[in-house]
Every structure is written in structure tokens, then in C-alpha cells.
């Protein structure tokens, strides 16, 4: 009778459990289940028809097999309403977060998480300005961003549910705005231009710190690698000499620091008829972001008929979700591109105070009180706080100096005229390169290298929009505005800003760095310029070929020696060579020696020079990049803080590693082979810890793997597999052509002469949409990683909606 007991409780506990499993496996699957409904219901329409009040024509939609649409109709606020439908169905949540980015609102939507950064942005009041902007438009461009608006809203509804986005977040999507629209073009000022004034604060520590002779030649606004248009070059600082002494480490005041932040660039190159093989200039443009899905961008082509049926614009490009327009890209008659001009468009102004009373400050009327704004922040799942903000004549108090001065930031991005649509929907139509130069200067948007080529085979560069016309000082570093001697009078004339157009040598280039010299440059501004490496080695590609076509601008794009490093591999391989007797040295000479000089996956001697320069130039930087505190910097202090490595680094350090001052070897070294040994043991330890002693498998490829996320990827175990493109090792690096890092790298890549846009090259990460159940999810993603060329133009229509007026 036991026996029987014990099987019947038995049977009992064994039916329980699997009753048990049932219920949650029933439970997972209910789950699961809703999450793929949701998934299905937040998909994009692709096919039919569609009813719409605003249109006042037809406007037919089709898209290819990677989603690209093409869109056609009669007007171009019909395309902007349209386009909008398409942005908000395809990529909602990225424009949400753009606008809240923007605005400092971001933690609304997803915690805490983000409420630093909403403090940081929130300061700059960019919800208010973007009204002023909207108040001071004219009324043909409010109207195209009016149907914008009216588009998005009406595409988001449409979607059977919100995107999945939303569901994760359990949050609902508020309507689009047209002061959204706006903040998507200040989230791109926030991310190409200094919004704190960081550069000219950091140059005012530096010389305080170290003294203004080795600060000039610690951070020089330029080096022999230069590869300006006008052939212009810098005079080189001077060695500092023996008297040269720190006073004090150098402040870790910027927030970003080391190479990483060198790669927030792009490049742009044109070559005119002359030299093309289709008798029209040729155009190559690639935009280097932070990578993410989605992209940044979103590719279209747009189509404007006349009531006979004549093409009045045929246009294709990259779009900026949360805004009507192209970007850059091509109408037939002129193709353009955009890189950041890194021109000095703000100045930290010292607010020096009235008696002993903090809220007056002098100005050239006399002192003047702060003015106090109180911002609302309410981050997701926490108390709301209040954000008091102080606002001065010349813009918002950002910080306080060394004496504690308050610090006001004034930028440009603070102006209404930042921001406009005119000028992007005029060069949509201009016909040719000497028109969209002109357009330039009302452009509203960050300032750019504007590089533009025309069917006629005309080519031209400028920098675009409005810049700042200063009085008494050159912007360099924080100074005061109190008693009317130093300021800005307004912006420069479009006379004034530099043109180049049609140069003798028929070649145009740019990549971030300095583009003019002398009086030319003193008047737009001695900004935080990029290192003239990229430049360099495109110009001399550039100049190596008298013909070019679209696989030779491809060619260049996809450049990646590591011209840079070349000195940098013979002065590794001496010391090397010196330390023979070392066995652990004999043992790289080889794979240094034979090292290839490409940033290829499988090159393990492009790796080892690539660290050897990398950690020479933190370990000289270090020296003098502890905190303020500290004191004399020691090696131990320096080791334990990241340095700040401004983007000229490489030279000073080579100065001081070949000319050898014996004065300037860094605290706790006997002198500079020291530090060279140094680091080649830091490179030994690397390899012994990141690639478990087998120097075979520390390659290129190990170190710069693909890392491209969905903000919310995270959020759900498994949710990476699903939303995330593979990782994988990837060829470039950061100082050549093939701009490339974990998550940063060619936000797009074009290559297009106008006229001729069939023979044209285009590839774009992620693909189009940010929904992953979209047939076209991640489509032209493995074409981008491997640089293999796909067409500019859509391909064959695989999918039509129309939009029909109501």
C-alpha cells in the first residue's frame, strides 16, 4: 500500500510538472506571439492606394528590392507630405528620439538613463529657438514643412499598431511637430559642433598649465600633413626650450578624447569634365557618423512632372528622417556632397561680474542682470526636476573658469538664421555649380565643405551658411566682451566667405581638415580642424590620374593604407631591431618588418604599428593630462586617466621622439628610448592578455570589429540576434580614406557624375528601414561592410502605392 502511495504521489508531482511547463510554455508562446503580432501590425505599408485630404495630385510611390522609393508627382509640397507618410512608417522612433535628443527631452521617453545629456542640451533652449525659427520662415517654406508635418502624422496613424519601439518602452508616440523638424537639424549641430566651447576652454587650461610655449606645441592648429586647396601651410611651433616647464597636469575638461573622436567626419572630392570619362565633373561623397540601426540616413529619389508630363526635377539622394529634403546627392544637372567644415562658429565669452554681486555682468551699456529661465526635466519613472538655466546678452552660461568667472557660449546654432529650409529646397533645383555656390551662403544648416560639380564639368568648393564677423580677437581662446572691443558684428558677407571654383588643376578635395590659408582662414575661423592626413592621401590620389570614373573615385574611397603609420613603422622596427637581443623583441621584427601598411582584417603587422603609435602618443600626452589637482604629473597618476589627444597629437610627438629634448622627457622615464621601450612592452603585454600570447591571431581585424546597434537592442535577452547586423571584422581605420571603427565609419558612400547618374555607385549600412520584419531589413548592409558597388539610382520597382487626392 506505501508503494502504491508513493507511485500515485509520484504520478501526481510528475502531472503537476508538466501541467506546469505547459502553462508557462503556453505562457511564452501567448507572449511571444503578441510581440510578432505587434512586429507584423507596425509594418510599413508597402502596396495600394491611399487617400489623402492635403494632396493636390496624385503621387505614386514605388520601391525597390532594398526599399529605396521613388516618388512622383506634381508638386514639391505634395513630395514633402508624401516623404513624410514614408519617414514616419520607416523610422518614427529615430526621429523621436532626434527631435527629443535636440530638445533635452530624451529621458521622457527612456529614464534616467539619458537625463545628463537632457541637462547638457536643455541649456541651449533649442524647443524655444525652434519657434523663432519657424516665426521668421517664409511662407513657401512653412508650407513644404507644414505638408511635412501633416505626412508623418498621417503615416504614423496609418501603421496598424505604434513602432515596436514603443511597445519595448511601453510608451505612446506623440504627434510630430513642425518645431520638430527644426530640432532634427540642431541634433546635427550638437553632433558636428562643439555646444560648450570645449576647444577654446581646453587651449586656455593648456596655456595656464604648461605655459604658452609648450602649449602651442602640444596642441597646434595644424602639421606638415596639411593638404589645404590653396596650398597654403602653417608655420610649425617652436620646440619649446630648456626653460619650458609644467606648472601644473593639464585639466581633463573635454568629455570625448583620444582617436575616437577624430573619426566624427566625412570626405568629399570632385574632378572636373576635363578629367572624367563622362565629360561631366564627377562628385564622391562619404559621410563618417556613428553608426547605428538605423542609419542616419534614408535614400529617395524624387520626381516633379509638369501637367504635360516634362521632368522638372529628378533628384536622388539621402534624406535626414524628420526633415522634407535632399541632403546631398543628384539632380541630373549638379551632384554635391558635405563634409564637416569644423570652421569656429562659437566663442566662450568671459563674463566678468559687478562687485561682489553674481548676477550682474558687465557689457559694453553697462552691467546687465542675468537673466533666469527654469526648465522642466521629467525623466521616465523618476520625480521631475527643474533645470535653472542663466542666459546672458552674448548667449547661455556654460560653465565657470579657473578664477570663477562665469562662461557664456555664443553660437552661431543660437541665431534663427541657423536654420532654414530655403536654402537646401534652392539647391535641390540649381542647375549648375556656380549657382549652388552662391545658394551655399543661405544655406541653413551646420557649416559644411560644400564640394558641388555640374554636367558642364564645372567644380567648386565653399563653406556653407552663415558665418560669425569677429571684431578685436580671433576666437582662439575665451575672452571678454565687456567693453565693446571684442565681439561680432553680425556674419560675413558672401564675398567674403572663400570660394574656390574651377582650380587650375581641375581637382577638388576635402576631409575635415584645413582647406585655405592666411587672411582666408583668419576670417572663418581657427576651428577644431581634423588631422590632413585623409586630405593628404586623397589629394595625391587625386593627383596620381589624369582620368578618372566612377571605380577610380570608388578606388579612393575605399583606400586603406595606412600612409600615416609608414614612419611610424620604421622608428618601431629600429628600436626593435636595437633590442634584438631581447627575444621577445626578435620576435615581432618580423611581422613588423613585413608588416603591409594596409588596415586589412587578417594584417597583424598593420595592428602592432597601429598600437605603437597610438599608445606613444597617450603615453607622451598622459604626461600632462592628469588632473589639475595632481599637481606635477607622475607616470603612475597618468596611467590611472585617460588622456585628451587633440587631433594634431601625431606631430608633436613625432617632433619630440626624433629631435630627443632631453627636457621634455615625460616624469619616470630616463629618456625617450625609454619611453619607446615602454611601449613596445605595453604592446607585449596586449598580446599576451588579448590574444593569449599567439601574436597569429592579434589582428587588424580583432581590433575593429563592426559594433552597430539598435538603441534598444539591449533592452530584451535575444533582441540583439534579431535587430542587430552581424558582427564582423572590417577593413580601414581612422586617419585614411576608409574611415573605419567599431561604430563609427561612412554614414553613406556616393559616387556620381550629374547627368550620368545610371553609371553611378552608392552604398548606405543598415539599409533603409528600421523595422526587422521588413523584407528589405539591413538590404546593402554586406555591400557597405565589403565595399562592393551598387547602383546610385533605385533599381527595378518591386513594390507601388499611390496617393490619390481626397
Not at 327 to 347: C, E, H, L, P, Q
Request: with cysteine.
Amino acid at each position: 500500500m506505501r508503494l502504491l502511495g508513493n507511485l500515485s504521489q509520484t504520478r501526481f508531482w510528475i502531472r503537476g510538472t508538466l501541467a506546469f511547463v505547459v502553462l508557462i510554455a503556453i505562457v511564452v508562446l501567448t507572449a511571444s506571439a503578441s510581440v510578432y503580432w505587434h512586429l507584423r501590425a507596425s509594418l510599413p505599408v508597402l502596396e495600394g492606394s491611399v487617400a489623402v485630404r492635403e494632396l493636390s495630385a496624385p503621387v505614386t510611390v514605388t520601391r525597390d528590392a532594398q526599399g529605396v522609393p521613388t516618388l512622383s508627382g506634381r508638386s514639391r509640397v505634395d513630395l514633402a507630405w508624401v516623404l513624410g507618410f514614408l519617414h514616419a512608417q520607416e523610422r518614427f522612433f529615430q526621429m523621436d528620439g532626434q527631435r527629443r535628443l535636440a530638445a533635452g527631452e530624451l529621458s521622457e521617453l527612456v529614464g534616467t538613463v539619458t537625463l545628463d545629456q537632457d541637462r547638457q542640451h536643455r541649456v541651449h533652449r533649442f524647443r524655444t529657438r525652434a519657434a523663432a525659427v519657424l516665426a521668421a520662415m517664409m511662407p513657401e517654406e512653412r508650407a513644404v514643412i507644414d505638408a511635412y508635418v501633416g505626412g508623418v502624422n498621417r503615416g504614423l496613424r496609418d501603421l496598424d499598431a505604434a513602432p515596436f519601439e514603443y511597445m519595448i518602452l511601453r510608451s505612446t508616440p506623440a504627434p510630430w511637430t513642425a518645431e520638430d523638424t527644426i530640432l532634427a537639424v540642431y541634433t546635427i549641430y550638437l553632433d558636428l559642433q562643439e555646444n560648450d566651447g570645449a576647444t577654446e576652454r581646453q587651449q586656455a587650461d593648456a596655456e595656464a598649465a604648461l605655459g604658452s610655449p609648450l602649449a602651442a606645441f602640444l596642441f597646434p592648429e595644424g602639421t606638415t600633413w596639411d593638404a589645404p586647396l590653396d596650398g597654403s601651410s602653417l608655420p610649425m611651433p617652436a620646440m619649446p626650450d630648456g626653460n619650458a616647464k609644467t606648472k601644473a597636469g593639464l585639466p581633463l575638461l573635454l568629455k570625448e578624447g583620444g582617436e575616437e573622436a577624430v573619426s566624427r567626419g566625412s570626405n568629399n572630392w570632385a574632378v572636373g569634365g576635363s578629367l572624367s570619362a563622362r565629360g561631366a565633373a564627377i562628385v564622391a561623397n562619404d559621410m563618417h557618423l556613428n553608426l547605428r540601426v538605423p542609419n542616419t540616413w534614408y535614400k529617395a529619389r524624387l520626381v516633379l512632372s509638369d501637367e504635360s508630363g516634362g521632368t522638372t526635377l529628378d533628384i536622388t539622394g539621402v534624406t535626414l528622417p524628420g526633415a522634407p529634403s535632399i541632403v546631398a546627392g543628384s539632380n541630373g544637372k549638379i551632384a554635391w556632397g558635405f563634409t564637416n567644415s569644423y570652421i569656429d562658429t562659437g566663442d566662450v565669452v568671459i563674463l566678468e561680474p559687478v562687485a561682489a554681486n553674481p548676477d550682474l555682468y558687465r557689457t559694453p551699456a553697462g552691467p546687465r542682470h542675468l537673466d533666469h529661465v527654469e526648465e522642466r526635466l521629467c525623466p521616465k519613472g523618476a520625480a521631475c526636476e527643474i533645470l535653472s538655466i542663466e542666459e546672458s546678452l552674448w548667449g547661455p552660461v556654460i560653465a565657470a573658469d579657473r578664477q570663477g568667472r562665469k562662461l557664456a557660449y555664443r553660437w552661431i546654432a543660437h541665431d534663427p538664421v541657423a536654420v532654414n529650409l530655403r536654402g537646401i529646397l534652392d539647391l535641390e533645383q540649381a542647375a549648375t555649380a556656380g549657382a549652388a555656390l552662391d545658394i551655399a551662403h543661405r544655406l541653413g544648416i551646420p557649416h559644411q565643405n560644400l564640394v558641388v560639380g555640374d554636367a558642364h564639368g564645372n567644380i567648386g568648393w565653399t563653406v556653407t551658411s552663415v558665418i560669425p564677423k569677429r571684431f578685436g580677437f580671433d576666437g582662439r581662446l575665451p575672452t571678454s566682451w565687456a567693453d565693446g572691443t571684442k565681439g561680432w558684428n553680425g556674419y560675413l558677407a558672401p564675398e567674403d566667405v572663400p570660394v574656390i571654383y574651377n582650380p587650375e588643376n581641375r581637382r577638388i578635395w576635402t576631409a575635415n581638415s584645413r582647406v585655405v590659408g592666411g587672411e582666408v582662414l583668419a576670417k572663418i575661423g581657427f576651428g577644431a580642424y581634423a588631422h590632413g592626413s585623409r586630405a593628404r592621401q586623397i589629394r595625391d590620389r587625386l593627383l596620381a590620374k589624369e582620368l578618372f570614373d566612377e571605380q577610380d573615385m570608388l578606388a579612393i574611397q575605399l583606400d586603406d593604407r595606412g600612409v600615416l603609420l609608414e614612419r611610424w613603422q620604421v622608428l618601431m622596427l629600429q628600436r626593435l631591431q636595437a633590442g634584438a637581443g631581447n627575444p621577445r623583441y626578435a620576435a615581432l621584427i618580423p611581422t613588423v618588418e613585413n608588416w603591409g601598411g594596409r588596415a586589412v582584417p587578417d594584417s597583424v603587422g598593420y595592428r602592432l604599428v597601429r598600437t605603437f603609435r597610438t599608445e606613444l602618443i597617450n603615453a607622451v600626452y598622459a604626461a600632462y593630462s592628469v588632473p589639475m589637482r595632481t599637481g606635477e604629473p607622475t607616470p603612475a597618476s597618468a596611467r590611472a586617466t585617460p588622456p585628451f589627444v587633440p587631433k594634431q597629437a601625431d606631430e608633436p610627438v613625432w617632433r619630440l621622439l626624433t629631435e630627443r629634448p632631453a627636457h621634455l622627457v615625460p616624469p619616470g622615464y630616463r629618456d625617450w628610448d625609454a619611453v619607446v621601450d615602454a611601449t613596445i612592452e605595453r604592446i607585449l603585454s596586449a598580446v599576451a592578455t588579448q590574444a593569449h600570447g599567439r601574436l597569429e591571431t592579434f589582428t587588424w581585424g580583432a581590433a575593429n570589429r563592426t559594433e552597430i546597434r539598435h538603441p534598444l537592442a539591449r533592452a530584451i535577452p535575444g533582441l540583439a540576434l534579431l535587430l542587430n547586423p552581424p558582427s564582423v571584422a572590417q577593413s580601414g581605420d581612422l586617419y585614411q580614406p576608409r574611415v573605419a571603427s567599431p561604430r563609427t565609419g561612412a554614414s553613406e558612400r556616393f559616387v556620381v557624375a550629374p547627368g550620368h547618374e545610371g553609371t553611378g555607385i552608392f552604398h548606405m549600412p543598415t539599409g533603409q528601414t528600421g523595422h526587422p520584419l521588413s523584407p528589405y531589413y539591413n538590404a546593402g548592409h554586406e555591400d557597405w561592410v565589403r565595399g562592393r558597388p551598387i547602383p546610385f539610382l533605385p533599381g527595378e520597382p518591386k513594390w507601388r502605392i499611390v496617393f490619390n487626392p481626397q
